[in-house]
């Protein structure tokens, strides 16, 4: 299979990309860098990767590339952590709602007229915003409330746009929602703004690496935002990119949509304690700030996993320790050579 992934350079895609071509397939990336600047991978040179530095959202230059693939996988998006929701509220909206169009454009023009079978959407936990159903099962999307941010209203609509270019033009999806991906590669977002969290400046405005990187680098009192109770599902990279993988591979998930999670549920403050002992140890007493919290940081992120784990035999089992056994180096390395 024949693949373009278009946010290539980006987070997840950092570890789709090797997913993919670890089991065979062809990928043409297309970035322009516009998050982190240019960006070295391990797979540059994999003869079955082709990296093209381009705008997602040129319609002409995705619609060529697109021709000869058998899947897109629209992946580009403006995204950060959750300050990033607030500063760019406006810009999230419309520059993502633009990156679709261009890639549906493309993707209905390649299906028409290639041999494009399927577009796969990476959406996002975030179009469960309001959701009031917990575990929240595939669906509870329609019957929620609608999101309040506009990052998770944005992510919906991307949703729709699968949906209604299925209803109108017959083309193939499959919409894949990732919950709170943990890993290594990623960076201060060019536009992030400077946010400080007690005396230390965040780094990704994301709770794992901010989190860590804080507690590297000293510092007691640990800030956390809000009560610490909030709930998440801390999904490994690698595990993500195998489920989207399947999602792509299976013909039992066209026009379908999954969860791809762990099934663990973790606090916040769970999740500093643990940080805290694997860097401190058990010996060292861990005392905890709560700063405000931003308007948008979601008391429960909850998913229902069992239809991936029912239709696709996918199970994210990689444990929050294993991931910070990786995550926890690269972030102290990060810190050695100023890039944090």
């Given at each position: 299979?024949?693949v373009?992934?278009?946010?290539a ?9 090797p997913?993919?071509?670890?089991h065979q397939?062809?990928?043409v990336?297309v970035?322009?860098f516009?998050k ?20 997602a959202?040129n ?18 998006a403006?995204?950060g ?11 999230l909206?419309a ?7 261009a890639t ?11 041999r494009l079978?399927?577009?796969?959407v990476?959406?996002s ?7 009031t ?12 409330p ?5 990052y ?6 991307s949703?729709?746009?699968a949906r209604?270019a ?11 929602r990732p919950?709170?991906?943990v890993?290594?590669?990623?960076r201060r977002?060019l536009r992030d703004?400077?946010?400080?969290s007690?005396?230390?400046k965040?780094?990704?405005s ?12 000293g ?7 809000g009560?610490?109770?909030?709930v ?6 690698g595990?993500?990119a195998q489920?989207?993988?399947l ?9 379908d949509?999954f ?5 663990q ?5 769970e999740?500093?304690a ?10 060292h ?5 709560h ?17 991936a784990?029912?239709?696709l035999?996918f ?7 294993e991931?910070?056994?990786e995550?926890?180096p ?11």
């Amino acid at each position: 299979m024949k693949v373009l992934v278009t946010g290539a350079a980006g987070f997840i895609a950092g570890y789709l990309v090797p997913e993919l071509l670890r089991h065979q397939h062809q990928v043409v990336g297309v970035d322009n860098f516009s998050k982190y600047g240019p960006v070295k991978r391990s797979y540059d040179g994999d003869p079955g990767y082709q990296l093209v530095e381009g705008d997602a959202k040129n319609v002409d230059l995705l619609s060529e590339l697109a021709l000869s693939c058998d899947q897109v996988v629209a992946g580009a998006a403006m995204i950060g952590g959750i300050s990033y929701f607030h500063e760019f509220a406006y810009d999230l909206l419309a520059e993502n709602e633009r990156i679709l169009a261009a890639t549906f454009d493309a993707a209905i023009n390649a299906c028409r007229h290639g041999r494009l079978k399927r577009i796969a959407v990476i959406s996002s936990s975030m179009v469960f915003e309001s959701a009031t159903v917990f575990p929240t099962p595939e669906g509870a999307e329609l019957t929620s409330p609608p999101p309040v941010s506009t990052y998770g209203f944005q992510k919906l609509a991307s949703e729709y746009f699968a949906r209604g270019a299925w209803q109108q033009y017959q083309l193939p999806y499959t919409i894949m929602r990732p919950f709170n991906c943990v890993g290594i590669g990623e960076r201060r977002a060019l536009r992030d703004s400077q946010i400080m969290s007690g005396n230390v400046k965040l780094a990704m405005s994301h709770v794992v690496p901010d989190l860590v990187q804080k507690v590297v680098k000293g510092q007691d009192p640990l800030h956390i935002l809000g009560d610490g109770s909030q709930v998440r599902h801390y999904t490994y990279g690698g595990d993500l990119a195998q489920g989207i993988r399947l999602c792509m591979e299976s013909e039992a998930a066209v026009n379908d949509d999954f969860n791809l999670s762990t099934a663990q549920s973790t606090t916040v403050a769970e999740l500093a304690a643990v940080i805290w002992r694997k860097v401190h140890g058990s010996n060292h007493q861990l005392r905890l700030v709560h700063d405000p919290p931003f308007e948008h940081d979601v008391a429960r992120r909850i998913p229902d996993v069992q239809k991936a784990r029912r239709v696709l035999g996918f199970e994210a089992r990689t444990t929050l320790d294993e991931m910070l056994d990786e995550v926890i180096p690269w972030v102290r390395s990060e810190i050695e050579a100023g890039r944090i």
